[in-house]
T-cell receptor, first 110, second 112 residues
Framework: GIQVEQSPPDLILQEGANSTLRCNFS?????LQWFHQNPWGQLINLFY???GTKQNGRLSATTVATERYSLLYISSSQTTDSGVYFC????????????FGEGTQLTVNP | DTEVTQTPKHLVMGMTNKKSLKCEQH?????MYWYKQKAKKPPELMFV???????INESVPSRFSPECPNSSLLNLHLHALQPEDSALYLC???????????FGNGTRLTVT
Protein backbone atom coordinates (compact mmCIF):
# COMPACT_ATOMS: atom_id res chain seq x y z
CA GLY A 1 0.00 0.00 0.00
CA ILE A 2 0.88 3.67 -0.14
CA GLN A 3 3.32 4.98 2.46
CA VAL A 4 2.74 8.48 3.83
CA GLU A 5 5.51 10.22 5.74
CA GLN A 6 5.06 13.50 7.57
CA SER A 7 7.74 15.79 8.91
CA PRO A 8 8.61 17.05 11.37
CA PRO A 9 6.95 14.73 13.91
CA ASP A 10 6.93 17.49 16.52
CA LEU A 11 7.13 21.26 16.22
CA ILE A 12 7.12 23.93 18.91
CA LEU A 13 6.57 27.57 17.93
CA GLN A 14 6.15 30.91 19.57
CA GLU A 15 2.93 32.69 18.75
CA GLY A 16 3.32 34.73 15.57
CA ALA A 17 5.88 32.44 13.94
CA ASN A 18 5.46 30.80 10.55
CA SER A 19 5.89 27.09 9.82
CA THR A 20 5.90 24.55 7.02
CA LEU A 21 4.73 20.95 7.42
CA ARG A 22 5.62 18.35 4.82
CA CYS A 23 3.89 15.21 3.56
CA ASN A 24 5.64 12.74 1.24
CA PHE A 25 3.81 9.84 -0.36
CA SER A 26 5.20 6.79 -2.09
CA UNK A 27 2.89 6.46 -5.10
CA UNK A 28 0.63 8.56 -7.31
CA UNK A 29 -2.60 9.50 -5.57
CA UNK A 30 -6.05 10.66 -6.61
CA UNK A 31 -6.90 12.66 -3.49
CA LEU A 32 -4.98 14.34 -0.70
CA GLN A 33 -6.44 15.96 2.38
CA TRP A 34 -4.92 17.90 5.28
CA PHE A 35 -6.65 17.65 8.66
CA HIS A 36 -6.19 19.39 12.00
CA GLN A 37 -7.04 17.42 15.12
CA ASN A 38 -7.50 19.71 18.10
CA PRO A 39 -6.69 18.70 21.68
CA TRP A 40 -10.32 17.58 22.16
CA GLY A 41 -10.05 15.07 19.33
CA GLN A 42 -12.07 16.94 16.73
CA LEU A 43 -10.70 16.21 13.25
CA ILE A 44 -11.19 19.21 10.98
CA ASN A 45 -10.82 19.10 7.22
CA LEU A 46 -8.40 21.88 6.21
CA PHE A 47 -7.77 21.27 2.54
CA TYR A 48 -8.71 18.88 -0.22
CA UNK A 49 -5.77 19.34 -2.54
CA UNK A 50 -4.75 16.52 -4.93
CA UNK A 51 -2.68 19.10 -6.84
CA GLY A 52 -1.97 22.81 -6.99
CA THR A 53 -2.17 25.48 -4.33
CA LYS A 54 -5.02 26.62 -2.08
CA GLN A 55 -5.27 29.26 0.61
CA ASN A 56 -7.66 29.72 3.50
CA GLY A 57 -6.83 32.65 5.76
CA ARG A 58 -3.49 32.07 7.46
CA LEU A 59 -3.23 28.56 6.08
CA SER A 60 -2.21 27.50 2.61
CA ALA A 61 -1.29 24.20 1.01
CA THR A 62 0.59 23.13 -2.07
CA THR A 63 0.66 19.66 -3.59
CA VAL A 64 3.19 18.74 -6.28
CA ALA A 65 1.68 15.48 -7.45
CA THR A 66 4.45 14.68 -9.93
CA GLU A 67 7.04 14.82 -7.12
CA ARG A 68 4.75 13.13 -4.57
CA TYR A 69 4.72 15.69 -1.81
CA SER A 70 2.47 18.27 -0.22
CA LEU A 71 3.24 21.22 2.03
CA LEU A 72 1.05 22.95 4.60
CA TYR A 73 2.00 26.51 5.48
CA ILE A 74 0.87 28.16 8.70
CA SER A 75 1.55 31.88 8.98
CA SER A 76 1.33 34.07 12.08
CA SER A 77 0.61 31.03 14.24
CA GLN A 78 -1.84 31.27 17.15
CA THR A 79 -2.21 29.10 20.24
CA THR A 80 -5.44 27.72 18.76
CA ASP A 81 -3.36 26.23 15.94
CA SER A 82 -1.97 23.69 18.41
CA GLY A 83 -2.83 20.07 17.80
CA VAL A 84 -1.94 17.33 15.37
CA TYR A 85 -1.86 17.90 11.63
CA PHE A 86 -2.52 14.84 9.48
CA CYS A 87 -1.97 14.35 5.80
CA UNK A 88 -4.09 11.60 4.20
CA UNK A 89 -4.15 10.25 0.65
CA UNK A 90 -6.41 8.10 -1.49
CA UNK A 91 -5.53 5.93 -4.47
CA UNK A 92 -8.69 4.77 -6.16
CA UNK A 93 -7.09 1.55 -7.43
CA UNK A 94 -6.44 0.61 -3.79
CA UNK A 95 -10.11 0.67 -2.90
CA UNK A 96 -10.42 4.35 -2.09
CA UNK A 97 -9.01 3.86 1.40
CA UNK A 98 -7.82 7.05 3.08
CA UNK A 99 -4.25 6.40 4.23
CA PHE A 100 -3.02 8.69 6.99
CA GLY A 101 0.48 9.79 7.85
CA GLU A 102 1.62 9.66 11.49
CA GLY A 103 0.96 13.38 11.90
CA THR A 104 2.87 16.45 13.06
CA GLN A 105 2.26 17.48 16.67
CA LEU A 106 2.27 21.30 16.72
CA THR A 107 2.49 23.29 19.94
CA VAL A 108 2.16 27.07 19.76
CA ASN A 109 3.22 28.83 22.94
CA PRO A 110 1.96 32.30 23.91
CA ASP B 1 -19.85 22.88 14.27
CA THR B 2 -19.40 19.58 12.50
CA GLU B 3 -22.06 18.43 10.05
CA VAL B 4 -21.52 14.83 11.11
CA THR B 5 -23.08 14.19 14.50
CA GLN B 6 -21.94 11.36 16.76
CA THR B 7 -23.54 10.17 19.97
CA PRO B 8 -22.69 9.62 22.70
CA LYS B 9 -19.59 11.79 23.18
CA HIS B 10 -18.29 9.53 25.93
CA LEU B 11 -19.09 5.92 26.76
CA VAL B 12 -17.88 3.65 29.54
CA MET B 13 -18.87 0.01 29.25
CA GLY B 14 -18.00 -3.29 30.85
CA MET B 15 -16.75 -6.27 28.88
CA THR B 16 -20.15 -7.99 29.09
CA ASN B 17 -22.20 -4.99 27.98
CA LYS B 18 -23.87 -4.34 24.66
CA LYS B 19 -23.89 -0.74 23.45
CA SER B 20 -24.21 1.17 20.18
CA LEU B 21 -22.51 4.20 18.73
CA LYS B 22 -24.57 6.39 16.43
CA CYS B 23 -23.64 8.68 13.57
CA GLU B 24 -25.86 10.96 11.50
CA GLN B 25 -25.27 13.25 8.53
CA HIS B 26 -27.69 15.30 6.45
CA UNK B 27 -25.36 16.42 3.68
CA UNK B 28 -26.69 13.86 1.20
CA UNK B 29 -23.41 11.96 1.32
CA UNK B 30 -23.57 8.39 0.05
CA UNK B 31 -20.42 7.01 1.68
CA MET B 32 -20.00 6.62 5.44
CA TYR B 33 -17.08 5.35 7.46
CA TRP B 34 -16.04 4.14 10.91
CA TYR B 35 -12.51 4.81 12.10
CA LYS B 36 -10.76 3.85 15.34
CA GLN B 37 -8.05 6.06 16.80
CA LYS B 38 -5.70 5.20 19.64
CA ALA B 39 -3.80 7.87 21.52
CA LYS B 40 -0.98 9.53 19.55
CA LYS B 41 -1.76 7.47 16.43
CA PRO B 42 -3.60 8.29 13.20
CA PRO B 43 -7.16 7.05 12.62
CA GLU B 44 -7.45 3.48 11.35
CA LEU B 45 -10.21 2.52 8.94
CA MET B 46 -12.69 -0.09 10.21
CA PHE B 47 -15.68 -0.09 7.82
CA VAL B 48 -16.94 1.70 4.73
CA UNK B 49 -20.53 1.84 3.55
CA UNK B 50 -21.24 3.00 0.02
CA UNK B 51 -24.86 3.56 -0.98
CA UNK B 52 -25.94 1.82 2.24
CA UNK B 53 -24.02 -1.36 1.45
CA UNK B 54 -20.93 -2.51 3.30
CA UNK B 55 -18.06 -2.16 0.83
CA ILE B 56 -14.99 -2.45 3.07
CA ASN B 57 -14.43 -4.38 6.29
CA GLU B 58 -10.80 -4.07 7.38
CA SER B 59 -10.78 -7.48 9.10
CA VAL B 60 -12.45 -6.01 12.17
CA PRO B 61 -13.33 -8.51 14.97
CA SER B 62 -16.96 -9.58 15.02
CA ARG B 63 -17.51 -7.93 18.41
CA PHE B 64 -17.85 -4.76 16.30
CA SER B 65 -20.95 -4.89 14.09
CA PRO B 66 -21.78 -2.00 11.75
CA GLU B 67 -25.22 -1.14 10.48
CA CYS B 68 -26.45 1.43 7.96
CA PRO B 69 -30.26 1.73 8.37
CA ASN B 70 -30.50 4.48 5.73
CA SER B 71 -28.32 6.91 3.82
CA SER B 72 -28.14 9.35 6.75
CA LEU B 73 -27.46 7.00 9.63
CA LEU B 74 -24.60 4.73 10.60
CA ASN B 75 -24.43 2.63 13.75
CA LEU B 76 -21.67 0.61 15.34
CA HIS B 77 -22.92 -2.13 17.66
CA LEU B 78 -20.51 -3.21 20.39
CA HIS B 79 -20.58 -6.51 22.26
CA ALA B 80 -18.10 -8.29 24.52
CA LEU B 81 -15.39 -5.70 24.00
CA GLN B 82 -11.91 -5.91 25.50
CA PRO B 83 -10.05 -3.17 27.41
CA GLU B 84 -7.73 -2.75 24.42
CA ASP B 85 -10.75 -1.62 22.37
CA SER B 86 -10.77 1.60 24.38
CA ALA B 87 -10.21 4.39 21.85
CA LEU B 88 -11.74 7.34 20.04
CA TYR B 89 -14.25 6.11 17.45
CA LEU B 90 -14.73 8.49 14.57
CA CYS B 91 -17.49 8.51 12.00
CA UNK B 92 -17.01 10.22 8.64
CA UNK B 93 -18.98 10.78 5.48
CA UNK B 94 -18.21 11.80 1.90
CA UNK B 95 -20.20 12.58 -1.23
CA UNK B 96 -18.95 9.32 -2.67
CA UNK B 97 -16.04 7.00 -1.98
CA UNK B 98 -13.56 9.23 -3.84
CA UNK B 99 -14.55 12.59 -2.33
CA UNK B 100 -13.21 14.50 0.68
CA UNK B 101 -14.11 13.07 4.08
CA UNK B 102 -15.90 15.02 6.79
CA PHE B 103 -15.46 13.70 10.33
CA GLY B 104 -17.70 13.82 13.36
CA ASN B 105 -16.39 14.77 16.81
CA GLY B 106 -16.01 11.16 17.84
CA THR B 107 -17.08 8.94 20.71
CA ARG B 108 -14.46 8.37 23.38
CA LEU B 109 -14.96 4.76 24.48
CA THR B 110 -13.57 3.22 27.65
CA VAL B 111 -13.93 -0.52 28.23
CA THR B 112 -13.51 -1.60 31.85
Amino acid sequence: GIQVEQSPPDLILQEGANSTLRCNFSDSVNNLQWFHQNPWGQLINLFYIPSGTKQNGRLSATTVATERYSLLYISSSQTTDSGVYFCAVVKWSSGSRLTFGEGTQLTVNP
Amino acid sequence: DTEVTQTPKHLVMGMTNKKSLKCEQHMGHRAMYWYKQKAKKPPELMFVYSYEKLSINESVPSRFSPECPNSSLLNLHLHALQPEDSALYLCASSQDSGSPLHFGNGTRLTVT
